[in-house]
């Protein structure tokens, strides 16, 4: 499965940008799929991913409220809406798709097994 991510780009703080997630093909039945998220010398960042089977849906606590994750099935794509934008919201964003991702691992990056090459985002003050 490749992963194509798109929608990066310069916004001002308090403004909004849509993330883009391609998928080359309709993967297996249950997956997880998502983003994260690297801001220049910091840690790769969980920020939001769907359950495939009930699109539940889980966001890391500094994106909460503000960002919203969805799919269109009939384009193989997933979302990331982001509203309210703030500087430490800049990074590189990943998309990254896992099959045997669980609850206790959804967070963490190693669980997933697919990844976009990641698209930046700048949130100017």
């Known amino acids: 499965v490749q992963l194509q991510a798109s929608g990066g780009g310069l916004v001002q703080a308090g403004g909004s940008l849509r993330l883009s997630c391609a998928a080359s093909?309709?993967?297996?039945?249950?997956?997880?799929i998502g983003w994260f998220r690297q801001g220049s010398g910091k840690e790769r960042e969980f920020v939001a991913t769907l359950r495939s089977t009930d699109v539940t849906t889980y966001y890391g606590e500094s994106v909460k409220g503000r960002f919203t994750i969805s799919r269109d099935n009939a384009k193989n794509t997933v979302y990331l809406q982001m509203n309210n934008l703030k500087p430490e919201d800049t990074a590189v964003y990943y998309c990254?798709?896992?099959?045997?991702?669980?609850?206790?691992?959804?967070?963490?990056?190693?669980?997933?097994?697919?990844w976009g090459q990641g698209t930046q985002v700048t949130v100017s003050s």
């Open positions: 093909e309709r993967t297996a039945s249950r997956y997880y």
């Open positions: 990254a798709m896992g099959r045997t991702v669980i609850i206790s691992t959804l967070r963490n990056a190693a669980a997933y097994d697919y």
